[in-house]
């Protein structure tokens, strides 16, 4: 069974940073892994994916700030946000599917964690 459990949100002020965790159980090297966020009324966003081959793909709002990684001893796949902006006060959420897709639609993402919040005060 998989289980995904993101930790690490939180408030900073504009131009700070914040790591995001996200500890996976059930998930092998045959997964791909993202993070996604939605803003009060508005559509949930792909933001970093980490797939299967240990590549990633972001974002055109997020690159340059945020990086995604995954450590395999721990289980557990991370966000590095960087110069942090107001427009990036979101809930969180870490999915994960299985097989070689490596792109930023949510359709494509069988198990969802329940999300950390962040909040980025200008």
């Known amino acids: 069974q998989v289980r995904l459990a993101e930790s690490g949100g939180g408030s900073v002020q504009a131009g700070g940073s914040l790591r995001l965790s996200c500890a996976a159980s059930g998930v092998t090297s045959n997964w791909y892994m993202a993070w996604f966020r939605q803003a009060p009324g508005k559509e949930r966003e792909g933001v970093a994916v980490f797939d299967r081959f240990r590549l990633t793909n972001y974002a055109d709002s997020v690159k340059g700030r945020f990086t995604v990684s995954l450590d395999n001893a721990k289980n557990t796949l991370y966000l590095q946000m960087d110069s942090l902006k107001f427009e990036d006060t979101a809930m969180y959420y870490c999915?994960?599917?299985?097989?070689?897709?490596?792109?930023?639609?949510?359709?494509?993402?069988?198990?969802w964690g329940q999300g950390t919040q962040v909040t980025v005060s200008s």
């Open positions: 999915a994960a599917g299985y097989g070689g897709y490596r792109g930023l639609e949510a359709r494509w993402y069988a198990y």
